[in-house]
């Protein structure tokens, strides 16, 4: 029997979890912060909750060992950078009060996303899954 890829029912979980709790902290975003309330609602609807069902379907079959949750996996984090950069940028733009904070924040989203899409990428997953 092969073992999992190193790192593999690790990143399964936490993706299952930072998915299950991008909903509510979506929902909190758009109730707490008054400055962009209509962008919130507009972006999280249209974008943030559809990333997060798409990214706890992957990771729930990730769990499951199910070989085409890798490809959800894939798409999931592609949404959430398709959806994180311009954000991101927008936001670093348009708004002076706590661009350091932005910053940083953003950029390590960033290069976590990039990171866990490279990681889903790999051929061996893949080849472990069939």
Avoid: F
């Amino acid at each position: 029997m092969l073992h999992p890829p190193r790192g593999y029912l690790t990143l399964a979980w936490l993706g299952l979890v930072a998915n299950g709790l991008a909903i509510p902290l979506t929902l909190a975003g758009i109730l707490l912060e008054d400055t962009w309330r209509t962008a919130h609602i507009a972006v999280g609807a249209s974008a943030v909750l559809p990333t997060a069902v798409v990214g706890i379907v992957a990771s729930v079959a990730l769990l499951k060992w199910r070989a085409w949750g890798q490809i959800l996996a894939i798409v999931a984090l592609s949404m959430s950078l398709a959806t994180a950069v311009p954000y991101g940028i927008v936001r670093l733009a348009l708004l002076s009060e706590g661009r350091g904070v932005t910053a940083v924040l953003a950029g390590l989203l960033w290069a976590a996303t990039v990171a866990a899409l490279v990681y889903w990428c790999r051929p061996c997953i893949r080849r472990y899954l069939i």
